[in-house]
């Protein structure tokens, strides 16, 4: 006799019917809870639209709906994703590869907790005891008053006299920043010239603007007198002047000097979260130098003289985590047992997760996208949640074949907890640790949106679609390499981990540099060759734009359009840019019209006006080939490049960029798609695609598969060949064993990560690593091209 299934327990899959997302194509799909789903298919089938726009984003939606009206208020309004129905949802937690905050005082311990953590252990146990768990925080400056404070008491007012004291960890000195800054004045402003002619060389203190007006009104100086010529009263105030107020014009204004403004404009953000302008103007104006005062630990004398058998908190943030693992393990102290229990799994977690090489005291903004996605996942593997639903975003990004194995048994372990597990995946290695694999395609963009399978790994590889029949690609060995041409010489790298490591990169052909995460790569190859004149660094940073901006407007391609629509037709270009005189007046060249409903979802409409065509209707009636601006806007890139190729259409400048697009895999994007909407992948291949056009020699990339299927590789790498033919010289940091394979020159990293790593341990052809299998690199690199 069959026992009755309870009717809570028949709730065993996610339902997604008719889902319309983007590119998606009314898809209806299947998915087990409780088990690890790898979804696969070429950059931009749809993907990232099923797992994060739909089924992530209406989880999120409907958790933020069980709060009061008051607290969503306060909450990201999430709009409803188009989709019919979706029926067993459970929490969502999406670990994704944004990179963590870029704030300056943002590490790797206080994102984790980790800081915290320490902080009061110290404040228990440190000897001498010097406070609070406050008095170990670089945040916390020491700071101490006494004044007179007014009370009522029994109906009346009384003065009281009151002192406080708050002792901080804060170094004075560097504010807890770890570094000082110094300026040099001859690239804040030229002596020779008078402030109303210009002096000032600061980007964005222009003297026909409301910075020129404040500049020649405040009194404190002579506006129309050269800087050489001001009295140390004069030039003081320019500089370090105090915030003062002042009235400008009849308005009344706080002026301050440039040095302070500049501080807190300009030096309170991460040099890498800078715009490309203002990242340049810093290099050239100030030098950053670790602070005296502290070393570099952010933290004050008496911060750093309490310690615990002879280690204090700064010397802990500074160990490689996996020591400082060790380290706490040996402490045994009863009165403070659960606390060092929760930071022993807290740095037990960094050293299974791959990140033991790390230190608490890493800036996190300088995480790479892989490092930052490990970190998030910290404070999940300790979780005792189950039935959640975890999203992951390609976590294999960042990791060496060897690390590989173990990102999914981590994946395995948090399904074996009874949750289910969704995965955004390209790597054979990660998509054969699937319970469940669903295939979308059969192409990107508009020719993909549909799933062309579902089941097993093994039904994959027999199902003939574009995965199936690429996920046993092999990359050979190639059998003639190209001789180089010169060497860049680097001498005595000591960046980070790199323990003064000399190397000679050859130039003229293409250069891999591997080694497992936390080896040394970027700190070899960034720390010592992206300053150089001559280089050109493509990287997965965010590209800075609104959802306004797109492919055609970043890489340049919509000007050349505008003019050629502007020629063809007798009017002003100006009229073919939706920012512009040609933009709709109903949704500002939008193409929606946003309505905000304070604490519910705002709702975006399309423009009754210009049906999200973001024109004016007249700007319409203009040609360019039979096709007007905004259907040109909507062409696929690759369509776009046989359209703008002859005919009426040509347009040879147009065309050479398309080419560049379409060699970097960006065929299925269209050309007015918001940056806003790309992943990490895709936005370094368009600015690889925007950059191949400079006069740039040396080109470095970072890791240029991230995001590739496989059947993309292929074409990445004759990319790669084509940019070597030309002449110029291509250093790639990878972990993608196709491109070490058809690699002309391999520079290996380790043999560990941390302390372990920062050596060379091999710099040769890649037919002799594989001969010699000497390092794990070699062993994985052979093992591939065996099979």
């Known amino acids: 006799m069959t026992t009755p299934v309870h009717p809570a327990d028949s709730h065993d899959l996610i339902r997604v019917r008719g889902a319309r997302e983007n590119n998606l194509r009314d898809v209806s799909v299947d998915l087990p809870k409780r088990r690890l789903t790898v979804f696969t298919g070429v950059s931009g089938s749809g993907k990232s639209s099923l797992v994060f726009a739909t089924i992530a984003a209406e989880s999120q939606r409907m958790i933020n709906e069980t709060y009061s009206t008051f607290v969503q208020g306060f909450m990201p309004t999430l709009a409803r994703p188009d989709v019919d129905l979706l029926e067993g949802l459970t929490t969502a937690i999406i670990v994704d590869q944004e990179r963590m905050g870029a704030n300056i005082r943002s590490t790797v311990g206080t994102a984790t907790d980790a800081n915290a953590m320490l902080r009061i252990l110290f404040s228990r146990l440190g000897r001498p005891h010097i406070g609070t768990a406050k008095a170990f925080s670089f945040n916390v400056a020491s700071m101490s008053g006494a004044g007179a404070v007014t009370m009522e008491k029994a109906g009346q007012q009384v003065k009281e006299r009151r002192?406080?004291?708050?002792?901080?960890?804060?170094?004075?000195?560097?504010?807890?920043?770890?570094?000082?800054?110094?300026?040099?004045?001859?690239?804040?402003?030229?002596?020779?010239?008078?402030?109303?002619?210009?002096?000032?060389?600061?980007?964005?203190?222009?003297?026909?603007?409301?910075?020129?007006?404040?500049?020649?009104?405040?009194?404190?100086?002579?506006?129309?007198?050269?800087?050489?010529?001001?009295?140390?009263?004069?030039?003081?105030?320019?500089l370090?002047?105090?915030?003062?107020?002042?009235?400008?014009?009849?308005?009344?204004?706080?002026?301050?000097?440039?040095?302070?403004?500049?501080?807190?404009?300009?030096?309170?953000?991460?040099?890498?979260?800078?715009?490309?302008?203002?990242?340049?103007?810093?290099?050239?104006?100030?030098?950053f130098a670790t602070c005296p005062d502290c070393d570099g630990t952010r933290l004050n004398e008496a911060a750093r003289s309490s310690k615990i058998d002879g280690t204090s908190i700064a010397d802990a943030c500074r160990m490689q985590i996996s020591d400082l693992a060790r380290w706490i393990r040996g402490l045994e102290e009863p009165s403070v047992a659960p606390l060092l229990q929760g930071l022993r799994e807290t740095l037990d977690s960094f050293v299974e997760i791959g990140l033991g090489y790390l230190s608490l005291d890493r800036p996190s903004g300088t995480l790479s996208g892989g490092e930052a996605q490990r970190t998030k996942m910290i404070r999940h593997l300790g979780s005792s949640l189950t039935d959640v639903t975890y999203v992951f975003d390609e976590p294999s990004i960042g990791l060496h074949p060897h690390d590989i194995?173990?990102?999914?048994?981590?994946?395995?372990?948090?399904?074996d907890k009874g949750n289910t597990v969704l995965v955004v995946e390209h790597k054979p290695e990660m998509i054969a640790g699937a319970d469940h694999v669903v295939d979308l395609g059969p192409g990107a963009g508009t020719a993909g949106g549909g799933i062309v399978y579902e089941g097993s790994l093994e039904g994959l590889r027999g199902s003939g679609t574009l995965t199936g029949q690429h996920l046993d690609d092999r990359a050979r060995l190639k059998?003639?390499?190209?001789?180089?041409?010169?060497?860049?010489?680097i001498r005595g790298a000591s960046t980070n981990n790199l323990q003064?490591?000399?190397?000679?990169?050859?130039?003229?052909?293409?250069?891999?540099?591997?080694?497992?995460?936390?080896?040394?790569?970027?700190?070899?190859?960034?720390?010592?060759?992206?300053?150089?004149?001559?280089?050109?660094?493509?990287?997965?940073?965010?590209?800075?734009?609104?959802?306004?901006?797109n492919p055609a407007t970043y890489t340049g391609l919509l000007e050349p359009i505008r003019k050629a629509f502007a020629k063809a037709n007798g009017v002003k270009p100006a009229l073919f840019s939706p920012n512009s005189e040609g933009a709709c007046p109903t949704c500002n060249g939008a193409g929606v019209v946003y309505m905000d409903l304070a604490m519910m979802a705002g709702v975006a409409t399309t423009c009754d006006e210009c049906e999200g065509r973001r024109f004016q209707a007249s700007v319409l009636e203009y040609t360019l080939g039979g096709k007007d601006i905004s259907e040109v806007l909507s062409m696929p890139i690759a369509a776009a490049e046989d359209f703008f190729e002859a005919g009426e259409a040509r347009i040879p400048a147009a065309h050479k960029i398309l080419v560049r697009l379409?060699?970097?895999?960006?065929g299925y994007v269209t050309l007015g798609q918001p940056l806003t909407t790309l992943s990490g992948g895709e936005r370094q291949r368009l600015k690889l695609a925007a950059q191949m056009g400079d006069k740039g020699e040396v080109y470095i990339l970072d890791e240029?598969?991230?995001?590739?299927?496989?059947?993309?590789?292929?074409?990445?790498?004759?990319?790669?060949?084509?940019?070597?033919?030309?002449?110029?010289?291509?250093?790639?940091?990878?972990?993608?064993?196709?491109?070490?394979?058809?690699?002309?020159?391999?520079?290996?990293?380790?043999?560990?990560?941390?302390h372990d790593g920062g050596r060379i341990v091999f710099e040769g052809r890649p037919a002799d690593l594989v001969a010699a299998r000497s390092t794990l690199t070699g062993q994985h690199l052979a093992e591939y091209v065996a099979g």
């Open 662 to 666: 379409e060699d970097v895999g960006l």
């Open 704 to 754: 240029p598969t991230t995001g590739l299927h496989l059947a993309d590789v292929q074409n990445l790498l004759g990319l790669l060949d084509r940019l070597v033919d030309a002449g110029r010289s291509v250093i790639v940091i990878e972990h993608h064993q196709a491109v070490m394979a058809h690699a002309d020159w391999i520079i290996d990293l380790g043999p560990g990560a941390g």
């Open 405 to 415: 194995q173990r990102m999914n048994s981590l994946l395995l372990r948090l399904r």
């Open 240 to 287: 370090y002047q105090e915030p003062t107020k002042l009235k400008v014009e009849g308005i009344n204004v706080t002026f301050e000097g440039l040095i302070p403004k500049i501080q807190k404009s300009f030096l309170a953000k991460d040099r890498e979260a800078m715009q490309p302008h203002i990242r340049a103007f810093v290099d050239r104006a100030v030098t």
């Open 163 to 238: 002192e406080f004291s708050v002792q901080g960890g804060m170094c004075p000195r560097c504010e807890g920043t770890g570094h000082v800054t110094d300026f040099d004045r001859s690239a804040l402003y030229d002596e020779e010239r008078s402030i109303s002619e210009g002096a000032l060389t600061i980007p964005g203190y222009t003297m026909d603007g409301w910075y020129g007006r404040i500049f020649r009104s405040t009194g404190l100086f002579d506006a129309d007198k050269p800087i050489k010529d001001f009295t140390q009263r004069e030039l003081r105030a320019l």
């Open 500 to 549: 003064d490591v000399d190397v000679d990169v050859p130039t003229g052909v293409l250069v891999a540099v591997t080694g497992v995460a936390g080896s040394g790569k970027s700190s070899l190859i960034h720390g010592s060759l992206a300053r150089e004149d001559g280089v050109v660094v493509i990287d997965q940073g965010a590209i800075k734009g609104s959802r306004r901006s």
């Open 479 to 489: 059998e003639t390499l190209r001789p180089a041409t010169g060497v860049l010489q």
